[in-house]
């Protein structure tokens, strides 16, 4: 059975740069591994996706292994503004969406 | 402004009486989706649309209907809700494929059912 695994919470101080892992075991070959933020009483926004090793942007880097089995999203010098609950989102080997559980990251000053 | 509309914001309902949520979008996206949100229990999808006339059950369908007669609209029905549909619900919508492409959330629902 697909499950994915991510920390419920985390803490950090503006400026750090901040590391959240989610792991995936029995995902599906070929499909995308894909990072969403959600502010309270909003709906997910979209911030990063990749297949494998690195992609970038303007906001986050990812970083998927050879393996595929997790991924690490990382948020470079965080605000206040990034405290957010951030989900990782796969699909599994039966191409069934995956949510993680959420972590919930807390930017203290 | 690419977006996903959904109305009305804020529900109260009672037990029974039958409930539709809207929601609109107007990227020209295939793809369109409803899930509930639920403290500790995170995104549940409830049913999905890969395009007009093509619906199938998410997660958690039972309770729920949908539509898709055409591709800018996908309303969720509640025929009868009942207490345990109190929850926050999402529309979503993305350009091909399963969710799991760059996918615009609405602004979500909170409906509570007494």
């Known amino acids: 059975l697909a499950k994915t695994t991510q920390p419920i919470s985390m803490d950090s101080y503006e400026g750090q740069e901040v590391n959240i892992t989610c792991s995936h075991n029995?995902?599906?070959?070929?499909?995308?591994i894909t990072w969403y933020q959600q502010f309270p009483s909003q709906g997910p926004r979209f911030i990063i996706q990749?297949?494998?090793?690195?992609v970038t942007n303007e906001v986050a880097s990812l970083f998927i292994p050879a393996d595929r089995k997790s991924s690490t999203l990382s948020l470079p010098r965080v605000s206040l503004s990034d405290t957010a609950v951030y989900y990782c989102?796969?699909?599994?080997?039966?191409?069934?969406?995956?949510w993680g559980a959420g972590t919930k990251l807390i930017i203290k000053p | 402004e690419a977006q996903v509309t959904q109305n009305p914001r804020y529900l109260i309902t009672v037990t029974g009486k039958k409930l539709t949520v809207t929601c609109s979008q107007n990227?020209?996206?295939?793809?369109m989706s409803w899930y509930r949100q639920d403290p500790g229990l995170g995104l549940r999808q409830i049913y999905y649309?890969?395009?007009?006339?093509?619906?199938d059950k998410g997660d958690v369908p039972e309770g729920y209907k949908v539509s898709r007669k055409e591709k800018r609209n996908f309303p969720l029905i509640l025929e009868s809700p009942s207490p345990n549909q109190t929850s926050l619900y999402f529309c979503?919508?993305?350009?091909?494929?399963?969710?799991?492409?760059?996918?615009?959330f609405g602004q979500g629902t909170r409906l509570t059912v007494v």
């Open positions: 979503a919508s993305s350009l091909g494929g399963q969710m799991n492409t760059e996918a615009f």
């Open positions: 990227m020209n996206h295939e793809y």
């Open positions: 649309s890969m395009n007009v006339e093509v619906t």
């Open positions: 029995n995902i599906a070959t070929n499909d995308y």
């Open positions: 990749g297949y494998k090793t690195k």
């Open positions: 989102l796969t699909l599994d080997s039966n191409y069934q969406l995956i």
